[in-house]
């Protein structure tokens, strides 16, 4: 077990900033094994150690908040009948809590956030946040100007919906395109459908960022990590906005 600075374990357990939690730490209602603590940088074994607010003890690792690379072949959900699912990638003490915020289809890749908070969770799917979901996508087909207008008016799927406006970059064009796209909703395969809308398909399609939270490119598909405080604190203003 590791020794680690009171400050960053605090923050770890969600209950704010470095900076803020050194300000809990200065008004005297933290405690460790019974004793206020007094320096923000005192190290403590946070699994063997009591650590209180307020005479409250907190739970370690309350909140979890795992990055993933997801791979292709894997669903985007908690169980399935047929399919490995994404928490089937993770250690079992987080397999068991977490939950993944929003879908990826089973063919995409890329960021996905998995956490327990269903709060965060909750506000960074909700419709009225508008938190941006970036991609890149390989297109069959070739992607014009036009096309770039149309998503930035809002473009008509086929059950009738009107999307928000979108945005549409051409990184590459030719037979197959390559493109940057960012959309505020989460649609049923919504950038696919998008695509259809102009008889155009999605070969290939990654998640690179969702709000404040880029994916870390030095996961490889399948990989997963922590999400940094900082990571946190960024997701946590979108969640607000
Ligand atoms: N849009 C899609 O079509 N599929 C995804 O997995 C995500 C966005």
Redesign the pocket.
């Known amino acids: 077990m590791k020794r680690e600075r009171l400050d960053k374990v605090l923050a770890n357990m969600a209950l704010g900033t470095r900076k803020e939690v050194k300000q809990l730490v200065k008004q005297g209602i933290i405690t460790v094994d019974g004793e206020v603590a007094t320096d923000p940088g005192m190290h403590v074994v946070p699994e063997i150690q009591t650590i209180e607010i307020d005479g409250h003890p907190l739970s370690y690792k309350r909140w979890i908040y795992v990055m993933m690379n997801k791979p292709p072949g894997v669903i985007?959900a908690t169980e399935d009948t047929r399919h490995r699912t994404v928490v089937d990638l993770l250690p079992l003490e987080w397999a068991t809590k977490v939950h993944p915020v929003g879908?990826?289809?089973i063919?995409?890749e890329g960021l996905l956030l998995l956490t327990n908070d269903g709060q965060l969770s909750h506000s960074l799917l909700s419709p009225k946040k508008k938190v941006d979901?970036e991609?890149f996508a390989r297109i069959e087909g070739r992607v014009t100007s036009e096309h770039v207008e149309h998503f930035r008016r809002g473009v008509t799927l086929d059950d009738g919906y009107q999307t928000m406006p979108a945005s549409l970059e051409i990184i590459t064009q030719g037979e197959t395109s390559e493109v940057r796209v960012t959309?505020t909703e989460?649609?049923?395969?919504?950038?696919?459908?998008?695509f259809a809308a102009f008889d155009l398909q999605?070969v290939y399609?990654k998640?690179l960022r969702m709000g404040a939270l880029h994916l870390d490119d030095s996961l490889a598909p399948g990989e997963f990590r922590e999400l940094t405080e900082e990571e946190l604190a960024a997701l946590r203003g979108d969640s607000r906005e």
């Open positions: 985007s879908r990826l289809d063919d995409t979901k991609y959309i989460g649609k049923f395969h919504q950038v696919k459908r998008m999605v399609l998640r």
